[in-house]
């Protein structure tokens, strides 16, 4: 099965997904997602100048030696550009195989493990109350799990806040506004936001909080212990993880559970904190590491030590990642959880798809592949809008992680 061509799709139905679309000999195609938020067109050039010439001509049907040929056989290796566009060819490719087998993805990778797929929604709020009405809407929804974030008093904006609690969208702006930070304020506000939570919905749902990297290790373990009280879930990205072995210091002061990972793009960038078992949750996702081929690995050494997937699964990973997550959910082992942010209506008319939310549980279909396509003349009404990520400056105006 011979690969003729491959084409590259950007469109903005709502927000900018970059789409993959790899034809055979045999009638059969696939669709691959390279969406990486506001760096889209770094992966549209790699794949259009350097990964599509070397793709036609190969047999669709080799996977694994595509994989190692784009990943081995470049000497610039790894980094979240390559390995979002190799993502996509692999996504692409293993809906082709699974076409060609007349089988819905999860049957390929070794059936079913499980029935559904536990999923957590965005809870969030200008300010504790607003936080409390939010998580009340979700738990009406049907959501079991709910990531929760709040502004913080004396800040004019906070991460992970927005105008719609149902489409948050963090890449807001044609040049990247500003935001400001400051950890004591975030610290000494975010025990009670859940402290709130607990006290109004009680023990059983599950509550998440994500930091966004921006913590130092001795900080995040005042937090993860503060927090304690309040069962989280997980509490996600709470340092800059460059620095795996920090995660040693939090582990050692909180029995808060860890996740981290949405931003990594290789099995070397968590090798560390999983067989340490300084994590317990790996957020590493389809799209932005290397497809399912990479993540398969990135799943089996997180199986051996205890530590469960979280997928990362905002709004910038298109339908297509999202298929592509919930076929692996529903195989995968040692699944834990998967985020899940609404796409708006104009997005899931380009995207058709055949998965479906029901009661806090996502549940993916039956059809040959992963199960979402992309229809390319409505892509087309809707043109590529440059946006980016905000960036984040402490109060004194040093630049800061967003
Ligand atoms: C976030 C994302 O979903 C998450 O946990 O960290 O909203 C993230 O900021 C965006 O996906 C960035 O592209
Ligand atoms: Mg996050």
Redesign the pocket.
Known sequence: MKITAARVIVCSPGRNFVTLKIETDQGLYGVGDATL?GREFSVVSYLNDHLIPCLIGRDARQIEDIWQYFYRGAYWRRGPVGMTALAAIDMALWDIKAKAAGMPLYQLLGGRSRDKVLVYGHANGKDIAETVDAVAHYRDLGYQAIRAQSGVPGLASTYGVSKDTLF?E??DADLPTESLWSTSKYLNHVPKLFAELRQQFGDEVHLLH?V?HRLTPIEAARLGKELEPFKLFWL??AVPAELQEGFRLIRQHTTTPLAVG?VFSSIHDCQHLISEQLIDYIRTTIVHAGGVTHLRRIAALAELYHVKTGF?G?T?LSPVTMGTALHFDTWVPNFGIQ?Y?RHTAQTDEVFPHDYQFKQGFLYCGETPGHGVDINEKLAAQYPYQRAY?PVNRLEDGTLFNW
């Open positions: 938020n948050y963090p890449a994500d966004h996600e990205d949405e990362h905002a910038d985020e942010m990520l």
